[in-house]
């Protein structure tokens, strides 16, 4: 059946409304450089949506006014999820996610709702049914969730299943997966059809938006449903993306493979944060990648848009789970546009932007000062001829498809810190001018650190969350920087007892040698300032009967 026919009755209805609101309650300027982000967009056919707290929405009209007049599409940040809309069995409440839909209705806003079945924020009570009863929960929690907002005219998508895999590409190995396998996201979708047959349905997950193994797998999934007929219609690719990190590989190739399946594609929640504190130079590289990633939507027909997993500073999930990084949104904390929003709305308004040229390639660098865990590197200085000015310059490891940033400088010159001992780095440097234009990589150079020094001291506390008579879940496990300098990149070994085995992990790679199970960052937790904080977590089988748990945690 075709899914859709609502969703344009619901588009239309929308834009009706957008057009009588925008005649009363907005300004009747043309879209133009300093026009609002939603009327760029809806010019070239895109939605440009924001992730809503329901916190601040009850509470600051700053945060009101610029989630109004800005986007035209509303994700609830935390309001649509099952704590939230079913904290206990057959016990629904609804009062957040109406806030939400109930702002979006009145702003001429379209709704993306998220998420239905998430191995994250699911009481526990759900977590501990037997495979019957969970599945019967699962459909009766997805018929009630969507059939109350089927027939609202906002609510037009769902994030069916969010995260099913793990960072290799695999199947995560969740409650769902363990209790139901793999057939729960079929049955998921089903159900999700079944409460409303003409709302979009989704997979959603992180890390895959450019090509990569996990994408790769995503990609195959997404076919082999639809081929089986299940009613998977659309494709999210999160966008939590780290200005140290390099920009993801291919990302509008990514789309556009998607794309060549009959999917629809959308980036559903794009931040791009920064190792505090902010400076010009990781405020360029922020913009460059929000207004990437805008271009990569804009240069694929079946990507419908862009929701941006918040907008201010002032709130957003970002510290508190990657504590010393932050400034990942287009606001400040006082909601002062960065450049950042300049770069979405110059790209949206296509070509509208003043500055598109690019500063000149930097010199080829030159190493010194080459210690176990630092490095100097000079460089002849670009110059810009665009108008907004040299902003700055970063330092990339040539590693492959995602090269990681390893420093950033305001002038020709760095000391990169946090460097692993005795290995060889191929490194290049990057300008950026202020409106995010980066240049070309200048030619690279090779250097290979000392030996000894060790990766810096670091400690790690491991606490187990809950455990069962033949498996237990062990998180957080912390990691801490306690040294003086930066760490990019960590590993942590732990010992099992016998007979126990490793069934799944979270925000780290592990691997198992006899009874050694090491743990390492993942790509986007390597970074950690002095004092900063991470977690990772894994869960284990062990015999029955057996209560062990592991031991000898060590850092480093
Ligand atoms: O509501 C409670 C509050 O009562 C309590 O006092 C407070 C104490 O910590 O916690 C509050 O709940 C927090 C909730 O956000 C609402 O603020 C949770 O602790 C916190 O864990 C939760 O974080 C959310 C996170 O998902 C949970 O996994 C973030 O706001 C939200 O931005 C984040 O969003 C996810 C997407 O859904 C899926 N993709 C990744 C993305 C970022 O992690």
Redesign the pocket.
Same mark, same amino acid.
């Given at each position: 059946m075709p899914p859709h026919d609502r969703s344009r009755t619901r588009t239309l209805a929308l834009t009706a409304l957008f057009g009588l609101l925008a005649a009363f309650l907005l300004p009747a300027t043309p879209a133009a450089a300093s026009a609002a982000l939603r009327e760029h967009a809806a010019a070239r056919g895109k939605f440009i949506g924001t @992730?809503l @707290?329901t916190g601040p929405l009850a509470n600051e009209s700053a945060y009101r006014d610029l989630a109004a007049t800005e986007f035209n599409q509303i994700t609830a !940040? /935390?309001a649509m999820?099952w704590d939230a809309t079913e904290p206990s069995q057959g016990r629904f409440t609804f009062d957040g996610a109406d806030a939400v839909v109930g702002f979006a209705a009145a702003n001429g806003q379209q709704v993306h709702g *998220?998420?239905l079945v &998430?191995h994250? =924020?699911t009481p526990g009570w759900v977590q501990s049914l037997g495979a019957t009863a969970m599945r019967a929960a699962m459909r009766e929690h997805i018929a009630q969730v969507v059939g109350r907002y089927a027939a609202d005219p906002a609510v037009v998508s769902w994030d069916v299943v /969010?995260?099913v895999f793990d960072d290799s590409g695999n199947l995560r190995t969740s409650f769902w997966y363990n209790t139901l396998g793999e057939s729960y996201i079929a049955d998921a979708f089903r159900a999700a059809r079944a409460a409303d047959p003409d709302a979009r349905l989704c997979i959603n997950d992180?890390n895959v938006e450019g090509i990569n193994a996990k994408s790769t797998a995503m990609y195959d999934l997404v076919r082999s449903l639809r081929g089986q007929g299940v009613p998977v219609d659309c494709v999210g690719l =999160?966008g *939590?993306l780290a200005a140290q990190y390099g920009f993801p590989g291919q990302v509008q190739q990514n789309m556009q493979r998607f794309a060549d399946l009959g999917v629809q594609v959308r980036v559903t !929640?794009l931040d791009v944060r920064m190792v505090m504190p902010r400076d010009a130079g990781k405020d360029a590289t922020q913009a460059a990648y929000y207004r990437d990633t805008v271009n990569a939507c804009l240069a694929v027909t079946a990507c419908a848009g862009i929701t941006i &997993?918040g907008f201010t500073d002032r709130h957003s &999930?970002v510290p508190?789970?990657f504590p010393g990084q932050g400034a990942a949104l287009i606001y400040d904390e006082n909601y002062r546009p960065k450049p950042a929003r300049t770069a979405v709305h110059d790209a949206l308004a296509g070509g509208g932007g003043s500055d598109t040229t690019p500063p000149t390639t930097p010199g080829a660098p030159a190493a010194s000062g080459v210690t176990a865990t630092t490095a100097t590197l000079t460089w002849a200085a670009s110059t810009d001829s665009g108008g907004s000015g040299l902003a700055g310059y970063t330092v990339h490891r040539e590693q492959g498809a995602t090269d990681p940033q390893l420093g950033q400088s305001a002038g020709p010159s760095v000391t990169l810190t946090g460097l692993s001992p005795a290995t060889r780095y191929e490194v290049y440097v990057r300008a950026r001018d202020g409106a995010g234009n980066q240049s070309p990589a200048s030619a690279t150079v090779a250097f290979t650190t000392a030996t000894g020094g060790g990766g810096g001291p670091c400690t790690v506390v491991a606490t187990v969350q809950s455990q069962w008579g033949n498996g237990y879940v062990v998180q957080p496990v912390t990691v801490t920087n306690t040294g003086a300098a930066a760490l990019n990149g960590w590993t942590v070994t732990f010992t099992l007892p016998p007979g126990h085995a490793v069934t799944g992990s979270w925000n780290a790679t592990l691997s198992t040698s006899g009874q050694t199970v090491t743990a390492r960052n993942a790509p986007y937790n390597a970074a950690l300032p002095p004092g900063g904080a991470t977690t990772f977590g894994f869960q284990a089988g062990r015999p029955g009967g057996d209560t062990a748990t592991p031991s000898g945690y060590a850092c480093g």
């Open positions: @992730a @707290a !940040e /935390n999820k *998220h998420t &998430w994250s =924020q /969010n995260e992180y =999160q *939590h !929640e &997993w &999930w508190d789970t």
